[in-house]
């Protein structure tokens, strides 16, 4: 199981953007790769295409980062923390903060 979902709030832990925080965009299971808001930012240079409205120039846009590279970040603690699993009584997984054991899926 994936430790980081979309949609989840994480925090990078190590590399160029080790402290930026950020919402996870997409994840790639298979690459073991997240895309996270404002993370990782990389320029694209982009030939202008008027049928696409596509101006040309540089863009701005986030690069998927190793998945090891960020935490959860856990909402009540609102720092980057250790989650451990637990089954939920209809037999979901549920993600817990291994520090102040508040339940991250509802
Ligand atoms: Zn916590």
Do not use: W, Y
Request: net charge positive; proline share 6%.
């Amino acid at each position: 199981m994936l430790s980081v979902r979309k949609n989840d709030r994480v925090q990078v832990i190590s590399g160029a953007d080790a402290g930026k925080q950020g919402r996870v965009l997409q994840v790639f299971p298979k690459k073991n790769r997240v895309l996270v808001e404002h993370v990782h930012i990389i320029k694209r240079h982009t030939r202008p295409n008027p049928q696409k409205q596509i101006k040309g120039g540089i863009a701005e846009k986030e690069a998927p980062i190793n998945i090891s590279n960020v935490q959860l970040v856990c909402p009540t603690c609102n720092a980057p923390k250790r989650m451990g699993v637990r089954i939920a009584g209809d037999g979901r997984k549920q993600r817990v903060c291994k520090k102040c054991a508040t339940v991250i899926d509802k």
